[in-house]
C-alpha cells in the first residue's frame, strides 16, 4: 500500500501566505514594544564588543617590537644590526618581558615567527566560526552562545600568562580566537533581532560604540602598564569580561524571533506583549492568541545541529549570495582589521595611533546612525572606494610628508569603519532568520581569513608600503563589485525563513 501524500490547494497556500503575513505584523507590532527595559537588554548584549575589540587588537602591544638603547657604545650604535651586536654590547629599554618579542627573545626570529601568534587568532577565529555559528541558530541560540564565548575567551586569555615560549603562546591566542569568534555575530543579531525595522540601525550603531569603547581604552590599560609585563595586560583585560559573561546569564533575554523558530512560541509571546509567562499559558490575552497563531517550527535534534549550514544550498540564490557577501566581507574586513595592526609603519607614537584610529570610530557610529535612512548597496561602494583610495595614497605618499600620511591613514580607516558598520547590519538584513546568525558569522570570518595574512603583509610592508596598505587599497576596491550580485533592503522588515526571504525578494524586484 502506498503512502498517501498531502495535496495542497491553491486555497491551503493563500491561506499559508495570509498566516505567514499575519506573523510578520504580530512580530513587528510586538516588537514596537520597545522602552528603557528594551534598552538596557541592548546596552548589556553590546557591552561584549567592549572585550572583543581588547581582545582584537591587544597582540599591537603585547606582540610589539619594543625599543633598545646601546650598553657599550665602543661595540654599538643606534643604527647598528641588532643581530649582529654580541648580547653583551645592547639592552631592551625597560624590563626584557615587556613584550614576547624580548621575553622570548625573537629580537631576530623571521616574519613568520613575529607574525605567527596573531595569525594563530585569526584561524583560531576562522575554526571557530564554523563550529560554534551554527548553534546559534539550532541548538544553544544567540543568548547562551555569547555567554559561553565570553566566559570561554576570559579563560583562555587568563591562561596565557603560562605561556613559556612562541609556541605555547600562539596556541592560547588560538584558543582565545577560536572563542571570540562569534561574539561579535551573536551582538549584532541578538540586538536587531530584538526590535522593530525603525530601531534596527540604531541599536546596531551601539554595537560598534562599545567596540570603539574598548579600541579607545585599550591603549589607556597598555600604557599604565608600559612598564611591566605584557602578562599584566592579559590578566588586566581577562577579569572583566569573566564578570559580564556571569551578568549576562542572568540578566540578558533570548532573541523573540529565535524562540518562535525553536517552537517556544509561549516564551516568545510573553517577551512580545509584555505580560507574564502564566499568563500567555492560559491564552488570556487577545494579542497573545492571535500570535500563538505563529506556525510552529519543528524542533532540532542533537543530530540537527548543523542543520542551518545545510540551508544555504538547498536553493541556489542563497549560495549565491552568501558567496557574494563574504567576498565582500573578506575585502572590507581585511582593510578594517589590517589598518590598526599596522599603525607602528608609520612611524608615529603607538599608543596615540591606536587612539586616534579608535577615535575614528566614533564619527563612523555618527554616520552609520544617518545612513539608516539611506539606500546601503550605494552606501557601500562609496565608502569602500574611499578608503581603497586613501590606503593607496598611504603608500605612495612619501614617509617625509608624516602627518599626511598619518591623516590620509585615518581618513581610510573612517571610511572602512563605516562601510564596515553598514555592511554588517545589511548582512542581517539579507538573510532570514532561520540561517541568519551562521551567514552572518561567515562573513565575519571571510574577513578574519584576510587577515590571517595581514601580519605577514605588515612585516613585509616595513620595508614598502605597497604591500600593506597598497594591498589594502587593491583588495578593497575589487571585492566591491560583488554588490552587483546583492538586493537592495532599506525599509525591508527580516524574515524568519527562507521561503519568506524569497517571497520579499520577488516582491521587491
Not at 43 to 67: G, H, K, N, R, W
Amino acid at each position: 500500500m502506498e503512502d498517501s501524500v498531502p495535496v495542497f490547494t491553491t486555497s491551503d497556500s493563500v491561506v499559508q501566505e495570509n498566516n505567514i503575513q499575519y506573523s510578520e505584523e504580530m512580530i513587528e507590532n510586538g516588537l514596537r514594544r520597545f522602552g528603557w527595559s528594551g534598552m538596557i537588554q541592548c546596552i548589556l548584549v553590546s557591552i561584549a564588543m567592549y572585550f572583543d575589540a581588547q581582545q582584537s587588537f591587544i597582540a599591537i602591544y603585547s606582540d610589539e617590537y619594543p625599543t633598545w638603547h646601546c650598553a657599550d657604545p665602543t661595540t654599538c650604535t643606534s643604527h647598528s644590526d641588532l643581530c649582529k651586536l654580541p648580547k653583551s654590547s645592547w639592552a631592551w629599554d625597560g624590563p626584557s618581558s615587556k613584550t614576547i618579542i624580548s621575553q622570548f627573545g625573537l629580537e631576530c626570529a623571521s616574519s613568520f615567527i613575529t607574525g605567527l601568534p596573531q595569525s594563530s587568532f585569526f584561524l583560531g577565529c576562522l575554526l571557530g566560526s564554523f563550529v560554534l555559528a551554527t548553534l546559534a541558530d539550532t541548538s544553544l541560540g544567540r543568548k547562551n552562545l555569547l555567554v559561553l564565548s565570553c566566559f570561554f575567551m576570559s579563560l583562555a586569555s587568563a591562561t596565557t600568562v603560562f605561556s613559556t615560549n612562541v609556541w605555547t603562546y600562539s596556541c592560547f591566542k588560538f584558543i582565545i580566537g577560536f572563542w571570540r569568534s562569534s561574539i561579535a555575530t551573536c551582538v549584532l543579531v541578538l540586538l536587531t533581532e530584538k526590535v522593530s525595522t525603525e530601531w534596527r540601525f540604531t541599536v546596531g550603531v551601539l554595537e560598534y560604540f562599545f567596540f570603539t569603547l574598548g579600541c579607545m581604552t585599550l591603549p589607556g590599560i597598555a600604557y599604565l602598564n608600559r612598564n611591566s609585563s605584557w602578562k599584566f595586560l592579559y590578566v588586566w583585560t581577562s577579569v572583566p569580561p569573566f564578570c559580564y559573561s556571569v551578568i549576562a546569564y542572568l540578566f540578558v533575554a533570548e532573541s523573540p524571533r529565535w524562540l518562535l523558530m525553536q517552537g517556544r512560541e509561549q516564551e516568545a509571546m510573553a517577551m512580545l506583549t509584555g505580560i507574564s509567562y502564566s499568563a500567555v499559558e492560559n491564552g488570556s490575552n487577545n494579542l497573545t492568541a492571535g500570535l500563538l497563531r505563529v506556525p510552529a517550527v519543528k524542533r532540532k535534534s542533537i543530530l540537527e545541529l548543523y542543520s542551518s549550514i545545510a540551508e544555504l544550498f538547498e536553493r541556489s540564490w542563497v549560495g549565491k549570495r552568501v558567496v557574494a557577501t563574504v567576498v565582500l566581507g573578506f575585502g572590507i574586513g581585511m582593510v578594517y582589521f589590517g589598518m590598526p595592526l599596522a599603525v607602528g609603519n608609520l612611524g608615529f607614537n603607538i599608543y596615540w595611533g591606536v587612539v586616534l584610529n579608535a577615535f575614528m570610530e566614533i564619527p563612523s557610529c555618527v554616520a552609520t546612525y544617518f545612513l539608516g535612512n539611506c539606500r546601503r548597496k550605494p552606501s557601500i561602494l562609496a565608502f569602500s572606494v574611499a578608503s581603497g583610495i586613501c590606503c593607496i595614497l598611504c603608500a605612495v605618499v612619501s614617509d617625509g610628508i608624516k602627518v599626511a600620511k598619518v591623516g590620509i591613514s585615518l581618513v581610510a580607516f573612517f571610511c572602512d569603519a563605516t562601510a564596515y558598520n553598514v555592511f554588517l547590519i545589511y548582512v542581517v538584513e539579507v538573510f532570514p532568520t532561520s540561517v541568519r546568525n551562521t551567514t552572518t558569522s561567515l562573513v565575519r570570518q571571510a574577513a578574519v581569513f584576510g587577515n590571517i595574512f595581514s601580519p605577514f603583509l605588515i612585516s613585509a610592508g616595513r620595508k614598502n608600503e605597497i604591500f600593506s596598505y597598497g594591498v589594502f587599497g587593491v583588495v578593497i576596491m575589487s571585492t566591491c563589485l560583488t554588490l552587483v550580485c546583492l538586493p537592495e533592503t532599506k525599509g525591508i522588515a527580516l524574515s524568519d525563513t527562507i521561503d519568506q526571504q524569497e517571497k520579499k525578494d520577488n516582491i521587491s524586484v
